[in-house]
């Protein structure tokens, strides 16, 4: 293994994450979370004057209570500056957490999720600093980015302004199980909701007089389906995937009211995905032409037909680096001089990357033992997350 890696004080950044782990910092809610990060950063010799809040939260449309956190580390060394980038928000599940350790395990009591997606990439960052500067190991120009409200959209990584990166020009993200496991693309993500207004009549007395915004929901979801659009896609001109998460009524309400009732109104909201940013658009079309086509077969007694409304949104973009790009080659040669095989892969999921990249700073993500997330098996493997902590180190000194 790298000597440098060596040096990283395991069981102080273990117990710094149970630390982190029994803090709440449910996604909207970071405040709590980035003060004690902010409060371990200057315990482990990071100035004041180093570290700082930006302005996201005031540009983020949903109820946000801080911005991102960001830190800036001098250079010890000429070279290009580093970013080094994580989140603080957990999924609403983690909210309460008891962590604890289990042999090389950390467990939350069940009754929760844990959290180490993602205070497994918060703790890895302390830990890189405080490596740093007890070490006195040269480097170069490092800023370290905890974002806000990652979990509910990548919302922090979205709204960031470039400029607060201080010109890196290469990135490295945590959050993911495996060190060696890099990701260096993702698919991109389009929203899409549709609101369905049909007309209410007694569904007893006279079913012909009303529409069904519920009948004409199916229809439509029913003919995506069938045309191929729906679960996974695999089209002539594409692949990527599709799926209808919301369908209710009203103010988070379920659609309709009575059995008796025709059902007027429907608000259903879905996604689609694809590494082709232009086909996650062409899969979200297919749906819009889905439930137009649905509109036209369900009509009243007179043939009126619903008000069908469609809107959708870019995400995230997606992204895919080159195996030569510099930050791809610096992951790969610091994770081989641990003695570690780097693997590439591309994610099916959103990350902090997917808009990093987008901002002009090329992102590779890696892992630090987060295993089972968003579930109340969610839990830690210390060693894996002790690899982290060693390849971020590895990285930062390469040289």
């Not at 929203?191 to 009549?201: C, D, F, L, M, Q």
């Not at 992951?331 to 999921?349: C, D, I, N, R």
């Not at 210390?382 to 990285?395: D, K, N, S, T, W």
Request: glycine share 10%.
């Amino acid at each position: 293994m790298n000597s440098t890696a060596k040096i990283v004080d395991v069981d102080y950044a273990t117990d710094m994450l149970i630390r982190l782990l029994a803090i709440d910092s449910v996604t909207g809610f970071e405040a709590a979370i980035g003060a004690a990060i902010v409060d371990e950063l200057k315990k482990v010799g990071v100035p004041t004057s180093a570290i700082r809040y930006d302005t996201v939260h005031q540009r983020i449309k949903l109820p946000t209570e801080v911005g991102n956190l960001i830190v800036d580390l001098p250079g010890t060394k000429p070279g290009p500056r580093l970013l080094f980038s994580t989140h603080m928000d957990t999924v609403p599940l983690c909210k309460g957490a008891k962590p604890r350790r289990e042999g090389d395990r950390i467990v939350s009591d069940g009754t929760t999720a844990l959290g180490g997606d993602n205070g497994t990439g918060c703790a890895v960052l302390i830990a890189l600093a405080k490596t740093l500067i007890d070490h006195k190991l040269p480097h170069p120009p490092i800023t370290m980015l905890f974002t806000v409200r990652e979990e509910s959209g990548l919302h922090g990584a979205r709204e960031l302004d470039p400029k607060d990166l201080g010109g890196a020009t290469m990135g490295f993200n945590v959050d993911s199980t495996h060190a060696a496991l890099l990701t260096i693309g993702a698919v991109g993500q389009q929203n899409w909701e549709v609101t369905i207004k049909g007309k209410a009549a007694h569904a007893g007395v006279a079913p012909e007089r009303g529409i069904s915004s519920t009948l004409v929901a199916s229809v439509g979801l029913t003919e995506a389906h069938r045309a191929g659009w729906f679960g996974k896609v695999v089209q002539p001109e594409g692949k990527g995937s599709s799926n209808i998460g919301i369908f209710g009524g009203k103010d988070g309400k379920p659609a309709g009211d009575a059995t008796n009732v025709v059902t007027d109104y429907v608000h259903l909201v879905g996604e689609a995905r694809s590494t082709d940013a232009a086909f996650a658009v062409k899969i979200t079309e297919a749906f819009e032409a889905a439930f137009n086509k649905a509109k036209a077969e369900v009509k009243d007694a007179d043939g009126n037909m619903a008000e069908v409304s469609f809107q959708s949104r870019t995400a995230y973009p997606p992204f895919l680096m080159s195996e030569d790009d510099p930050a791809v080659q610096r992951a790969k040669k610091a994770a081989q001089a641990m003695g570690l095989e780097p693997v590439t892969m591309v994610s099916a999921g959103g990350l902090d990357a997917n808009w990093l990249v987008k901002h002009g700073v090329p992102t590779v993500t890696f892992g630090a033992g987060q295993a089972e997330i968003h579930t109340v098996n969610e839990y830690v493997v210390i060693p894996e997350f002790a690899q982290g902590c060693r390849l971020a180190v590895a990285i930062a000194t390469l040289e």
